[in-house]
């Protein structure tokens, strides 16, 4: 029963849009508890970890490295695309660079594993890209971004840092130093976290529905364009790099699906309540979209994703 309301990740945030859009008040209170409640996300994150984890980075380096480079390399010049193709007002284009600038989604793992791909280099890449974001986010949406709203890099970091490096770490330690208690947290920490994105996500709109409701198209259109492109572009440049079917669809996943939940914390930190919708609609957008692409390539031979 909590893999199954786990895996309905997509449903509970989408929920919370709709709820957040018709009856704001409903989730409101929670917009203090959006930086939080990243953290505990994160700490959740980094319970799963041990070290054996990072050591297997080192063992599938060029893989590893391959899925940073498309993650930061096609999704940020995508979301900038995305917001001058649809003329989005600043905040709303700030919005998607941020979040387009942000890691990989823990949700893809469960995507990943749903599409018969790679579940282990999932896991190393979703851990590789939120290490390399404590850096490359607050660069990259300093430099793209920059042409809309003067961007606190240092302070974009300084958050980061807080609410990404210091959770993981803890999290790490409790797995090493408290094992018992880390067995018996871990059953719920997943369904967790889903219900924590959709509580952030339903606060986010509910602040602003009504600068949702003027700009929804353009929005919707942008964020399909960012989402879409980097399934696509994923999977399409890692099987021209003669990866074999099932790392494919793990880098698309990947790639696609983006830490909204940071996006949105960032922004409500650093920018302004507007700049954060675009983060929680993404976190709708790309869970449908994965799940949607994982259904698809379940139908597939089970051979078509073993081979090499």
């Known amino acids: 029963m909590m893999s199954l309301l786990t895996n309905l990740f997509p449903l509970w945030v989408l929920l919370a849009l709709v709820v957040g859009l018709i009856q704001p008040d409903a989730f ?11 953290a505990v996300i994160m700490l959740g994150m980094g319970m799963t970890l041990t070290a ?5 980075v080192l063992r599938r380096p060029r893989a590893v490295a391959f899925g940073l480079l498309a993650q930061f390399g096609i999704m940020p010049p995508l979301g900038y695309a995305a917001a001058v193709v649809f003329d989005l007002p600043r905040d709303l284009a700030v919005g998607v660079i941020l979040v ?4 990989g989604g823990t949700a893809s793992n469960v995507v990943t594993y749903l599409a018969r791909a790679n579940v282990p280099l999932s896991v190393l890449m979703t851990l590789a890209s939120t290490v390399a974001a404590i850096g490359m986010t607050p660069l990259l949406t300093g430099w793209l971004a920059g042409t809309y709203v003067a961007v606190d890099v240092l302070g974009l970091l300084q958050s980061v840092l807080l609410v990404v490096l ?14 018992g208690l880390v ?7 997943p369904l967790i976290s889903v219900l924590t994105i ?11 529905a009504t600068h949702i409701s003027a700009s929804g198209f353009d ?4 964020l399909l364009m960012l989402h879409l492109g980097g399934f696509a572009l994923g999977y399409t440049l890692a099987r021209v790099s003669r990866y074999a079917e099932a790392d494919a669809r793990t880098v698309s996943i990947e790639v696609g699906m983006q830490n909204s939940g940071l996006g949105a914390a960032l922004a409500k930190q650093h920018f302004t309540p507007e700049t954060a919708v675009p983060c929680a609609i993404s976190a709708v957008m790309h869970s449908v979209i994965g799940s949607l692409l994982a259904g698809l390539w379940r139908l597939l031979s089970p051979r078509a994703a073993t081979e090499e």
């Open 198 to 208: 959709a509580l952030i996500c339903g606060a986010i709109v509910g602040k602003s």
């Open 183 to 189: 067995r018996r947290v871990l059953p719920i920490a």
């Open 52 to 56: 054996s984890d990072f050591a297997g």
């Open 166 to 179: 210091l959770p993981l770490i803890l999290g790490l330690a409790l797995h090493e130093l408290t094992p």
């Open 28 to 38: 409101i209170w929670f917009d203090p508890y959006i930086v939080p409640g990243l």
């Open 100 to 103: 387009s600038c942000c890691p």
């Open 219 to 222: 929005l919707v259109g942008a």
